[in-house]
């Protein structure tokens, strides 16, 4: 079983005359028919549940860009939790994607060991980083910041908000001067995006 076959079935891939739901609880809508109380998939896709207007339609499978391991992507931190952090990812390869993809960055507890009681912070609520999809298991997209070309392409002060240039490898607010740490791209603050 491929990766992408795992990935598809989390998103609820379907094929024609898989059954979606019943008809009082949705409607039909493109991709789908009724059939005697049930709504199902008229073609192989993805079946998207419209919450607010109660509403299934099959999107095409080869609409949907799926994360692929080798992969690079952009994404923002969305939450950190102890050492995990949940990136929302927007870009593979470049591309703007629009399905909901998040990937799961580990920031390596050998580094904080090395820098002693300091924990060593790579990343922060709210960064655009760049990544690189290295696993995943059970559908959970693992990504990396290794390498020169990946980490943080921008950020803000976490302590006022306001603009950082880059000092080394770390950044400083032009607003109040505070110092922070990061791992940043190399290219962090002149990244484009499309
Ligand atoms: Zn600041």
Redo the contacts with the bound molecule.
């Keep these: 079983m491929s990766n992408r076959f795992l990935i598809m079935e989390k998103l609820k891939a379907v094929a024609p005359g898989d059954k979606l739901a019943v008809i009082e609880e949705f409607s039909p809508s493109e991709g789908t028919y009724v059939n005697g109380s049930l709504i199902r998939a008229l073609k192989l896709g993805v079946a998207r549940y419209n919450q607010r207007k109660k509403e299934i339609k099959i999107e095409p499978l080869k609409k949907i860009k799926i994360p692929m391991v080798g992969d690079i992507i952009i994404g923002q931190i969305e939450s950190i939790q102890s050492n995990i952090a949940n990136v929302k990812i927007h870009y593979i390869n470049n591309e703007k994607i629009s399905n909901n993809f998040n990937g799961m960055l580990i920031l390596k507890p050998e580094i904080q060991i090395k820098r002693g009681k300091e924990k060593k912070i790579f990343c922060k609520l709210g960064d655009i980083i760049r990544a690189k999809v290295t696993s995943y298991n059970n559908a959970i997209i693992h990504l990396s910041i290794n390498g020169n070309e990946n980490g943080v392409i921008y950020t803000r ?1 976490s ?2 908000g ?1 603009n950082v240039i880059r000092i080394d490898g770390r950044v400083k ?1 032009i ?2 001067g ?1 110092v922070e740490e990061r791992k940043l791209a190399f290219d962090f603050g002149k990244a484009k995006l499309k």
């Design positions: 002060c302590s006022c306001g607010c607003e109040c505070l």
